[in-house]
């Protein structure tokens, strides 16, 4: 059975910071392409973090130089850390695993391509 279990969400001021965790069970992590995805009520899932098996990653426009992510293979576990969080960064985050080729291939945008999600953890941001 695979299970993803995210954690660490919170509420901050703008300007702080918050991590989020994912472990993962049940499938050969080191072999996944391992994301992070937020959405708002009433909107789309949308990517904002990547990372690859090897520890490239890719990420949206809108987090760079604020959000970063790591992944620690022998604890089957990836980290988003998020610095000068803003109120637009308010969502439900969930961490998502996909076959590595979806990193590779340019594809960690697409939430479709992903197999397994975690259920989701809330990052509010407040002015």
């Known amino acids: 059975q695979v299970q993803l279990v995210e954690s660490g969400g919170g509420s901050v001021q703008a300007g702080g910071s918050l991590t989020l965790s994912c472990v993962v069970s049940g499938v050969r992590f080191e072999h996944y392409c391992m994301a992070w995805f937020r959405q708002a009520p009433g909107e789309e899932r949308e990517g904002v973090i990547a990372i690859n098996g090897d520890d490239t990653t890719y990420s949206t426009d809108s987090v760079k130089g604020r959000f970063t992510i790591s992944r620690d293979n022998a604890k089957n576990t990836v980290v988003l850390s998020m610095n000068n969080l803003k109120p637009e960064d308010t969502s439900i985050y969930h961490c998502?695993?996909?076959?590595?080729?979806?990193?590779?291939?340019?594809?960690?945008?697409?939430?479709?391509?992903?197999?397994?999600w975690g259920q989701g953890t809330q990052v509010t941001v407040s002015s």
């Open positions: 998502g695993a996909a076959s590595a080729i979806v990193c590779y291939a340019g594809s960690w945008r697409e939430s479709v391509r992903y197999n397994y």
